[in-house]
Structures are given as C-alpha cells and as structure tokens.
C-alpha cells in the first residue's frame, strides 16, 4: 500500500498535509503522534472512508476510493452484535458474502482457534472480557482474509497485561497469515515493540516528519522489551513527541 501526495481537509482545516508513505508487503508499520493530529482520519483514508481531496491511496496497483475487503480495519469502538454469539460474530462477514454455513463456520472456527478463542464459539459477548472481545474483532477481520490489516488503537481500552499479552497474540497471527499490517497507537512502547518502521506524525496540519525503521530483528520475544536497545529507541520516540507538540 501507498500514499502519495494526501492532502485533507474539513472545511477550512487542513488536517492531512501532503502525507506520502510506503508500506512494503509483510511489513508492520505504525503511526504515532499527539492527540489530533490526524492519525484516525489518515487511517480512514487508508480504508476507503474518507476521501483527500488531492493525492491518492493504492492497494495493490489500484486506487484506494472505497472500501474493500482486501483491506480489513480494526477499530477501538468494536461494534460486535450482541444480538449474535462468538462464532456468528466473526462468521459474519463470510455469511454476508453467502458462504454456506459449514464453510463460514469451519474458517470463523480456525480464526477463533489463531486468537486464542477456541471453545468459546457459543459464548454470548456479554460474557467475555475485554480482552476477548478485542480477539472476536481481530478473527472477524481477519476470516475475511485481507491483505491489509489497519487497525485504530485497538488496545487502548484494555489493562496494560492485556495489552501487553495480545500484542505478543497479534505478532503470532501476522507471521502465521503474513499479513500486512498499519497500526495506529499512542504508545510508544506497542508502536516500537511491534513495527518494522513508524510514521511519527506532527500536528497542525498532520504531516510525517520522520519514518524510523526499528530493527530489532524479525522474530521478537516479549523480554525484547526490557532490552536497552528498545529503551534507546524509546528515548529517541519520547524526546521526538516532546518536539512535535511544540
Ligand atoms: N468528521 C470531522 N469533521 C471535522 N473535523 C474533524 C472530523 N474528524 C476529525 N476532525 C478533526 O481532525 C483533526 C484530526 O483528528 P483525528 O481524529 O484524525 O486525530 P487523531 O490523531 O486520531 O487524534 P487522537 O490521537 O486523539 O485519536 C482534529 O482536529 C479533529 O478535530
Ligand atoms: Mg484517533
């Protein structure tokens, strides 16, 4: 996926300036930066919700003006239905695109077993934590098999030992589906712990101003996170932020 030239606005505004990125097949990038700066709506774009009004988004040779299933979005509101169990819920888009129900529910039930979620088919979502609840939302994007995965701070409502244990979830899936992936966090910590490259964003109007590569290896155990070379990275993140809001 690319951005070449995004220029947006809300009515006088201007929010997305001239944003340009590439996001190379497999790679985990995230993008990071103050409150308002534009982050969702950049996302938004990505998805095909929001339109710029000069510069394009392409997927795959094509141009992003819509949404698409190639390009699965996880956001921090989930919108599960309540009204349908575990397995309905993330079934529910093969069901929209008539995939028999034997067929939809064996691959809603694999993506359920890929988030940690197997045997809890027949819950009601009522019943489950939060955390499991962010799990439903990731197999029900991820049954859909999208190239892309771009996710809005999916984490950022859950207990930080949640968080911490489905980010070491999500870097299992990506390697075993080897999906693509452009998430949008406020911390710090995920964003480097995570990605293969960040976008730190600057605000008024939302812009790039650096793209940082984190090379801390392609397979990454939890203990990675204490490690002095990620504080490194974080001082370099936080002295960074500390000028973007200035
Ligand atoms: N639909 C809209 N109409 C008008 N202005 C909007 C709309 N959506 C967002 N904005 C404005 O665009 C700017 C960027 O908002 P956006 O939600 O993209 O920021 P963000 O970086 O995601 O912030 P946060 O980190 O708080 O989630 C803000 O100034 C916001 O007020
Ligand atoms: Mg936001």
Same mark, same amino acid.
């Given at each position: 996926?690319? $951005? ?8 006088? !505004?201007l929010? +997305?300036?001239?944003? %340009?990125?590439q ?11 103050p ?7 950049? /996302?938004?774009? +990505? $998805? ?7 510069? @394009?988004? !392409? &997927? ?9 299933? !190639? ?7 989930? #919108?599960?239905?309540?009204? /349908? ?7 529910f888009? +093969?069901? &929209? ?5 034997? $067929? ?10 890929l ?5 809890? !088919? ?6 489950l ?9 990731l #197999?029900? @994007?991820?049954? &859909? ?13 859950? *207990?930080?030992?949640?968080?911490? =244990?489905?980010?070491?979830? /999500? +870097? ?7 999906t693509?992936?452009?998430?949008v966090?406020?911390?710090i ?5 995570? %990605?293969?490259?960040?976008? /730190? &964003? ?14 801390l290896? =392609? ?7 204490? %490690?002095?070379?990620?504080?490194e ?5 936080m *002295?960074?932020?500390k000028?973007?809001?200035?």
């Amino acid at each position: 996926m690319s $951005a070449d030239g995004v220029t947006l606005r809300f009515g006088e !505004e201007l929010i +997305l300036e001239n944003i %340009s990125f590439q996001v190379r097949e497999g790679d985990f990038v995230s993008i990071i930066g103050p409150s308002g700066c534009g982050k969702s709506t950049l /996302l938004n774009v +990505l $998805a095909g919700f929001c339109r710029p009004q000069t510069g @394009t988004v !392409e &997927m795959e040779g094509r141009k992003v003006d819509q949404p698409g299933t !190639e390009r699965g979005v996880v956001f921090q509101d989930l #919108a599960l239905f309540p009204w /349908l169990n575990v397995i309905e819920n993330v079934a529910f888009g +093969l069901k &929209m695109n008539r995939v028999d129900k034997r $067929a939809r529910h064996e691959r809603a039930r694999a993506m359920l077993h890929l988030v940690g979620l197997h045997g809890r !088919e027949a819950e009601r979502i009522q019943n489950l934590s939060g955390g499991m609840r962010q799990r439903v939302a990731l #197999a029900r @994007t991820l049954v &859909m098999e999208p190239a892309i995965l771009l996710m809005d701070e999916p984490f950022s409502a859950l *207990d930080a030992q949640t968080r911490d =244990d489905l980010q070491v979830e /999500l +870097l299992k899936i990506r390697e075993q589906l080897n999906t693509t992936v452009v998430l949008v966090t406020h911390s710090i910590d995920e964003a480097i712990y995570l %990605s293969d490259s960040v976008l /730190l &964003m600057k605000t008024k109007p939302g812009r790039i101003e650096e793209v940082i590569d984190v090379d801390l290896g =392609d397979i990454r155990q939890p203990s990675i996170r204490t %490690s002095a070379r990620f504080n490194e990275y974080k001082q370099y993140f936080m *002295d960074h932020l500390k000028s973007s809001h200035q």
